[in-house]
């Protein structure tokens, strides 16, 4: 069992920066794959970022790339996404999500835990 716990949501204007924190807390937290998702109201589920278990690999949603940079830190245990150039299409409720094993994937299903959620505002 794995527990996320996310933070650092809040509003901004367009162009500033934020920095999410998930923190794992659970037997092995630090060996699963880990990832960003968000909701914005009225729309599906994203991918945003994800990274794997040893850091090896970084793949971003095409709409993020080179403004969203996503690490892991704490043995592990905690996964940040940092926020740049922000625009007011980012503005959604952000979720840290893990899964067991090596892997990456971009599809929500493929996660078995999920945070409460942490909601990102961006103002123009």
């Known amino acids: 069992q794995v527990q996320l716990v996310e933070s650092g949501g809040g509003l901004v204007q367009a162009g500033g920066s934020l920095r999410l924190s998930c923190a794992a807390s659970?037997?092995?937290?630090?060996?699963?794959?880990m990832a960003w998702f968000r909701q914005a109201a009225g729309k599906e589920r994203e991918f945003v970022a994800g990274?794997?278990?040893?850091?090896?690999?970084?793949p971003y949603a095409d709409s993020v790339k080179g403004r969203f940079i996503i690490s892991r830190a704490n043995a592990g245990n905690t996964v940040y996404l940092q926020m740049n150039s922000l625009k007011p299409e980012d503005t959604a409720v952000y979720y840290c999500a893990a899964r067991s094993g090596g892997l990456v994937y971009r599809a929500s299903d493929r996660y078995d835990y999920w945070g409460q959620g942490t909601q990102v505002t961006v103002s123009s």
């Open positions: 659970g037997r092995t937290a630090s060996s699963y794959s």
């Open positions: 990274i794997t278990w040893t850091g090896g690999s970084t």
